[in-house]
């Protein structure tokens, strides 16, 4: 059967309906309106089963960086899984993709960052850093050091592991997360919790806090502190520049191994290979998934640094994934590597792309209903506030304005994700300035249309 659309869509939206269980989803409610069906793809641009383009202003989930429609990605698996489609890197057997791509990326992270463990995913490589963090410190003959630190309203994945890291209270909510053993601080989201100080202290204060958790759990026994660069998930909230020198002071201060979550800042998001670069931070071990084949084939991974592998080294680490190191997975982030590096992409947008954005972006900010517009790289949100002067929240349940606003994006072929009352775009890289002019015209046609709406409705109400 031919994967393209065959079936009316109203066929393939009951088909879906009555077998597809959607994630992050009530899937009563998507039932019900029926959900929106992509048949192809190409560059920034999706199409929908109705024939309607639609721009992607969010890079698939995060992940599209080289864009959509590359060829050479879907060639290099064909010729892998015509020369060896599975095997496995378990029992004292090795193979050449995973080879080459754990040398490639030692290559182009910083530093020490030398060695990589293979996962499926950036949920399952956030699971190995909460068992390899562990090993450390057990190995090093200081086991007590169990706890790691996380924040509130970060993404770290959906597994067990990864669902107790990310601070996220709606998942805590069901299915008995966190697991044991991991502790959250609060997050340096000045617009949201800044109150009157300013965002420089108040990013010393947010930093602050990993000390004093660090002091108030007793050093002795905490293994790691773990974030995102910039979080994603939580609503692109982008830290005040004094917060990361003063996680890193913390860290150094303390002999904790920090983990930088780069699922999303990785390869070229802010216009570095890995955010970490773009804020001068060292981290032990980096999570890297979503960008680092383009989303073209599921692979994540940790990349370690010498220290930390050499010391779970001298052990059999009891961990792995069937599909660590997946050898067609493996030779599609390859080619993926080759393409971000050879057309220059990751210093297109941080010499090019990224600025023009950022200045486009913040031109959204005069819009009665935006707080603030902010970006850094190709990653930028919206605060949408009934009152700017107060920066208040809306009246009503958080995430209903969101969720208006992005109904409208949608009905204007925009893909513009809404993390309750902040709207958020992180774009293929390879985007242009054009089609940014594009985007931000619908995003702005779409905050008309929903300012008109709140104040038909008589929503225009802060807490
Ligand atoms: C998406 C994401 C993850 C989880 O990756 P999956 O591949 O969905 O398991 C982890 N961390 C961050 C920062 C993410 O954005």
């Known amino acids: 059967m031919p994967l393209t659309n065959t079936l009316p869509t109203a066929d393939l939206q009951a088909l879906d309906a009555a077998h597809h269980m959607h994630p992050f989803t009530a899937n009563g409610a998507l039932a019900e309106k029926g959900a929106r069906i992509i048949t192809r793809a190409d560059g920034v641009r999706l199409t929908d089963s109705e024939g309607v383009e639609l721009i992607d202003g969010m890079a698939g989930l995060w992940c599209v960086n080289i864009g959509y429609g590359r060829h050479e990605l879907a060639e290099a698996a064909a010729r892998q899984m015509r020369e060896l489609p599975f095997y496995n890197t378990f ?34 490589a ?13 190995l090093k003959g200081q086991p007590e050091r169990r706890t790691i630190i996380a924040r509130r309203n970060a993404y770290h994945g959906s597994t067990m592991g990864g669902g107790s890291l990310g601070g996220m ?3 805590h909510a069901q299915g008995g997360m966190p697991i044991p053993g991991i502790v959250h601080i609060d997050q340096p989201y000045w617009w949201g919790e ?6 420089e202290a108040f990013g010393l204060e947010r930093a602050g806090q990993l000390e004093a958790k660090i002091l108030e759990l007793g050093p002795e026994n905490v293994a790691a502190f773990i974030a995102e660069p910039v979080q994603g998930a939580g609503g692109v909230i982008i830290p005040p520049e004094s917060y990361w020198p003063e996680v890193q002071r913390i860290v150094d201060q303390y002999g904790i191994l920090l983990i930088a979550d780069e699922v999303i800042t990785g390869f070229g998001r802010l216009g570095h290979w890995f955010g970490s670069q773009s804020y001068g931070i060292r981290p032990h071990i980096m999570t890297v998934a979503k960008g680092l084949s383009s989303g073209y084939q599921p692979i994540g991974g940790s990349i370690v640094c010498d220290e ?59 819009h009665p209903l935006v707080g603030e517009a902010v970006s850094r790289g190709l990653m930028a949100s919206l605060a949408l506030t009934p009152d700017k002067a107060s920066r208040a929240g809306f009246a ?7 969720y208006i606003c992005r109904e409208y994006c949608f009905a204007n072929n925009l893909v513009m994700r809404h993390v309750g009352d902040r709207m958020i775009i992180a774009p293929p890289l390879v985007i242009t300035n054009v089609d940014i002019d594009m985007l931000i015209d619908r995003a702005r046609r779409a905050l008309d249309q929903t300012l008109a709406h709140l104040h038909r409705d008589g929503l225009m109400m802060a807490r």
Do not use: C
């Open 396 to 402: 009503m349940e958080p995430g209903t304005a969101g």
């Open 308 to 366: 930390v592998a050499q010391v779970v080294a001298q052990d059999e680490f009891n961990h792995g994934y069937t599909y660590s190191g997946h050898p067609v997975a493996a030779a599609v982030a390859l080619e993926n590597l080759r393409i971000l590096a050879e057309e220059r992409i990751v210093d297109r947008v941080r010499e090019t792309t990224a600025p023009y954005l950022a200045q486009a972006w913040s031109s959204l900010s005069d």
């Open 169 to 171: 209270a709606a998942m």
């Open 91 to 124: 029992f004292q057997t090795s193979h050449v993709p995973a080879i080459t791509l754990a040398a490639k990326l030692a290559e182009l992270a910083p530093d020490n960052l030398n060695h990589v463990f293979f996962a499926g995913s950036g949920s399952e």
């Open 194 to 199: 800044g109150g009157d100080t300013t965002p």
């Open 126 to 138: 956030n699971d190995t850093n909460i068992r390899l963090v562990r090993q450390y410190w057990a």
